[in-house]
Nanobody
Framework: QVQLVESGGGLVQPGESLRLSCAAS????????MGWYRQAPGKERELVGT???????NYADSVKGRFTISRDNAKKTVYLQMNSLKPEDTAVYYC?????????WGQGTQVTVSS
């Protein structure tokens, strides 16, 4: 049984920072890539960014220069450092990973940016 568990969401003011974590557990032989998606109210789920086991990253244009994805392969954990947060970043953030060739999603964590 493979599980992805996110943590780190919350309420912040515009301009502040937040760091999300997503830890994978279970019978894992290969986990690549890992990434983050988000879904705002009334909108479709969209890609935030991904990272390969070798550290290659890919970001949505809307977060480039503000968000950074990293991973710890030994801990099977991916991180999302979010800086200069804007109200339009408000969404449920989901972790996604391809584990042993199958896609898995986390349960989601709420990020709210509001003054």
């Amino acid at each position: 049984q493979v599980q992805l568990v996110e943590s780190g969401g919350g309420l912040v003011q515009p301009g502040e920072s937040l760091r999300l974590s997503c830890a994978a557990s279970g019978s894992i032989f290969r986990i690549n890539p890992m990434g983050w998606y988000r879904q705002a109210p009334g909108k479709e789920r969209e890609l935030v960014g991904t990272i390969t086991s070798g550290g290659n990253t890919n970001y949505a244009d809307s977060v480039k220069g503000r968000f950074t994805i990293s991973r710890d392969n030994a801990k099977k954990t991916v991180y999302l450092q979010m800086n200069s947060l804007k109200p339009e970043d408000t969404a449920v953030y989901y972790c996604k990973a391809l584990v042993n060739g199958r896609p898995y999603w986390g349960q989601g964590t709420q990020v709210t940016v509001s003054s």
